[in-house]
């Protein structure tokens, strides 16, 4: 069997582990899929007639507000997949599968790999509904079938540095409980930058954070392609983020996961 083989072999066989996983824990996947549309409808029917006349949509404010929000709750929904995978990771590390696996003829990084495959659907999954309920209570993207390519695109992108970031921080952790807090910034990040508001309406140094962390770029990269407004340079600035995320947290994690041999 060639190595290629063999990685996709055993790869296979985790990513089905951790579709196992979901299946027996569904209380993870039920407040993925949850607790952002709980938050959609809650800024949508509580602030939206307000926040939407502030954008311009005096009619219609809510429908405006939904356009607004939803590319910032699709990033708190990347953000709760991520705590549920730092979760599972820890899980796995404390409870001593993992000593057994290292004594195992396994493809080593296939381990993870499963874990990042498998909470990258269980993301997916998540955004898709989102943006089904969205689309029920007023967004009404009008992207063309090349720009929903490319949405798909920035979101798996997205999906996946930010699922190796957590997958790093399960590596980490000493226990469950505290694998569970670690990626819970992450859930700020939306709040604390172009997801809810403009940033020109921030005072001085939140705005100066929220225009330079990395998922404002994200966010506004997605609204440009949803609505055929221009992005400038805030795709390139979101491919970079990603792609950095992705890099160093991929080789923290596989430091941290071959430190005890």
């Known amino acids: 069997m060639s190595t290629l083989?063999?990685?996709v072999r055993d790869t296979s066989t985790m990513l089905r582990r951790s579709l196992l996983h979901m299946r027996r824990y569904p209380v993870l996947t039920f407040m993925l899929l949850t607790l952002p549309i709980v938050m959609l409808l809650l800024f949508v029917y509580v602030f939206g007639g307000t926040m939407g006349a502030g954008l311009g949509g005096a009619a219609g404010g809510r429908a405006e507000y939904a356009s607004y929000v939803?590319?910032?709750i699709l990033m708190l929904t990347i953000a709760s997949a991520a705590q549920g995978v730092a979760i599972t990771?820890?899980?796995d590390m404390t409870e001593g599968i993992i000593a057994r696996f290292r004594t195992m003829r396994i493809f080593r990084p296939s381990v993870?790999?499963?874990h990042v495959v498998g909470s990258l659907?269980?993301?997916l999954l998540g955004i898709a509904a989102l943006i089904g309920v969205a689309y029920l209570i007023g967004f009404r993207p009008d992207a063309t079938p090349v720009e929903w390519l490319a949405?798909?695109?920035v979101l798996v992108m997205s999906s996946f540095a930010i699922i190796w970031l957590a997958v790093a921080c399960g590596l980490v952790s000493k226990s469950v409980e505290a694998a569970s807090n670690l990626p819970m910034p992450l859930m700020l990040l939306p709040f604390l930058g172009s997801g809810f508001a403009p940033t020109e309406s921030m005072p001085g140094p939140m705005r100066w954070f929220a225009e330079y962390q990395p998922f404002t770029p994200i966010m506004e990269t997605l609204r440009g392609l949803f609505f055929g407004t221009a992005i400038g340079a805030n795709g390139i600035i979101a491919a970079?983020?990603?792609a950095g995320i992705t890099l160093v947290c991929y080789?923290?994690?596989k430091k941290l996961y071959n430190r005890d041999r």
């Open 112 to 114: 993870l790999t499963g």
């Open 5 to 7: 083989s063999y990685a």
């Open 251 to 253: 080789v923290w994690a």
């Open 121 to 123: 659907i269980q993301a």
């Open 89 to 91: 990771v820890a899980m």
């Open 151 to 153: 949405i798909a695109g």
């Open 70 to 72: 939803t590319p910032g």
């Open 240 to 242: 970079g983020w990603c």
